[in-house]
């Protein structure tokens, strides 16, 4: 058990819905980090939080994507008017503590978009 | 910016077998660098790490040497289980201060092993 808690794990789609994946860690007041895997590819960062504060976006997160941390607990993500290049692994991740590189992983949420 | 390089798989072993999946990256400064595993069903989950040239990091048998005249942080492991078989892979920890919260994966390395 890594202690990051994933939902839903699968989601089917079509094109141009909204759906919203959400993330619990086990801790709270700590670094979040969301990743994207696609097939066949390493995971990607998308963006991070520190307690609630979201500090850094990848310009892989356009603007039809958008996560909070509401409290510095658990997280959302967002993605507004789904597109098939959407279809991924959206993982979640807790830091160890003191940004060491050690995370741990949920079991991902997998989006497809018909 | 930042990136890791990974051996292309797949990779088929039979049990026993000895294993190197190799591993070099681009950064700038001095990264810390991870092997991640990725068990069949299973979320990502660190395997071994190394913070300074020259470290060794271990586990279950694994190991990769940071390398930094090679750039390279290649995992070996003496004798391969069919448990073994999952998804590998390397990342790196940048070091400068635009890069040093986030993980750089390479495209990872699947490996099987055949009993």
């Known amino acids: 058990d890594t202690g990051v808690s994933q939902d839903p794990r699968h989601k089917i789609t079509k094109r141009g819905q909204n759906v919203t994946f959400r993330c619990d860690p086990i801790s709270e007041h700590n670094r979040l980090y969301w990743y994207r895997q696609t097939l066949g590819q390493g995971p990607e960062f998308l963006t991070y939080f520190q307690n609630e504060a979201q500090l850094e976006k990848s310009r892989l997160l356009s603007d039809r994507f958008s996560a909070e941390r509401p409290k510095g607990s658990f997280s959302t993500l967002e993605i507004q008017r789904t597109e098939q290049g959407d279809s991924a692994m959206y993982l979640c991740?807790?830091?160890?503590?003191?940004?060491?590189?050690?995370?741990?992983f949920g079991e991902g949420s997998r989006l497809t978009v018909l | 910016g930042d990136s890791v390089t990974q051996m292309e798989g797949p990779v088929t072993l039979s049990e026993e077998a000895f294993l190197t999946i190799n591993c070099t990256y681009t950064a700038t400064g001095y990264p810390s660098l991870f092997w991640y595993v990725q068990y069949p069903g299973e979320g990502l989950q660190l395997l071994l790490k190394?913070?300074?040239?020259?470290d060794k990091g271990s586990n279950k048998g694994f190991e990769a040497t940071y390398r930094k005249e090679t750039t390279s942080f290649h995992l070996e492991k003496g004798s391969v289980q069919v448990s073994d078989s999952a998804v590998y892979f390397c990342a790196l920890l940048g070091a400068s201060g635009g890069s040093n919260y986030k993980l750089t994966f390479g495209k990872g390395t699947l490996l099987t092993v055949n009993p």
């Open positions: 190394a913070t300074k040239a020259d």
């Open positions: 991740a807790r830091d160890a503590g003191g940004g060491t590189g050690e995370l741990f």
